[in-house]
């Protein structure tokens, strides 16, 4: 029997790698290659702030693995994977069990909270294709909802935005989300001011990543567009 490669995640990672070894292995007729993810579909996760501030439509950041891989010797599946079995080298999803020689993890990541108070059970996330349309339509919802709000508290509630984090991602959602702000509130009949985008972090920079001019730079862009910028914020 060939050897069987089954590549988990068909994100950067397993696409790439799937891509690459069909290439490499094209002339090898006893492997067969399963990239199994739990879409039918690659998600270009570095596009999401985009779709969840409304720039780019919801289609254009999400890829079908058909067309990737039409004409390359790539079995492709759709199934959630639940365990993996390593002694018996199987990995068991919900419609079925995979049998493997090789196997290649490429899951991803989970957004990380760090603790911060509220943040795990109350944010929307921005991790997945389904957290961005979630997201812009929750931003949408706010202002409806705000628009015939008479409670100013409430009103007030609605238009307020709070960015967990200000690394890339958060500094992104940040600077995407100032840019859509405007545009909603011409769409709404709201004012700008009645608006308020907040990005907060633990640490005393914004993507920290980034050599400390870079990040100062970001900052004073931020705040030029209408981002309030909290650093150094207490866990307590
Ligand atoms: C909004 C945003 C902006 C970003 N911008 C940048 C950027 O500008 N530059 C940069 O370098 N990085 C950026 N990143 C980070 C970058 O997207 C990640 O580093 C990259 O996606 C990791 O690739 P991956 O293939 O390891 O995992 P992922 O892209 O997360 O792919 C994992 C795949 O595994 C699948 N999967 C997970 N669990 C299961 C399961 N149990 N069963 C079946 N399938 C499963 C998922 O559906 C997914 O398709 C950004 C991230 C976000 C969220």
């Known amino acids: 029997m060939g ?3 089954v590549i988990l995640g068909a994100g950067y990672a397993g696409v790439l790698t799937a891509k690459k070894l069909a290439k490499r292995l094209r002339k090898t007729e006893d492997v067969t290659i399963t990239l199994i993810d739990k879409n039918s579909y690659h998600t270009m996760l570095t596009e999401l702030h985009e779709v969840a501030a ?3 439509d919801e289609a254009s950041v999400r890829i079908s693995l058909q067309r990737i891989f039409a004409g390359r010797r790539v079995e ?11 002694a018996g080298r199987q990995v068991k999803g919900d419609r079925a069990v995979y ?9 991803g990541s989970q957004p990380a ?11 929307w996330k921005l991790w997945s294709y389904q957290d961005a349309v979630r997201l812009k339509a ?3 919802d706010c202002f409806r909802r705000a628009v015939s709000e008479s409670d100013p508290e409430e009103k007030k509630r609605l238009l307020t935005f709070y960015i967990a984090g200000a690394g890339f ?12 702000v405007p545009i909603l509130c011409e769409e709404f009949g ?5 608006v308020e985008i907040v990005a907060f972090d633990l640490l005393d920079r914004v993507v920290p990543t980034f050599p400390s001019k870079l990040s100062d730079k970001a900052q004073r862009r931020m705040e030029k567009m209408g981002v309030r910028v909290m650093l150094k914020i207490s866990l307590t």
């Open 54 to 56: 409304g720039r780019v």
């Open 169 to 180: 991602t958060g500094a992104e959602m940040a600077g995407e989300l100032a840019e859509w």
């Open 190 to 194: 709201l004012s700008r001011s009645e």
């Open 113 to 123: 909270c760090f603790g911060i108070p509220g943040v795990e059970e109350y944010s």
């Open 76 to 86: 492709l599946v759709t199934d959630t994977i639940r365990s993996v079995d390593y």
């Open 99 to 107: 049998e493997y020689d090789y196997l290649v993890l490429a899951t």
């Open 138 to 140: 929750h931003i949408l």
């Open 3 to 5: 050897k069987r490669i």
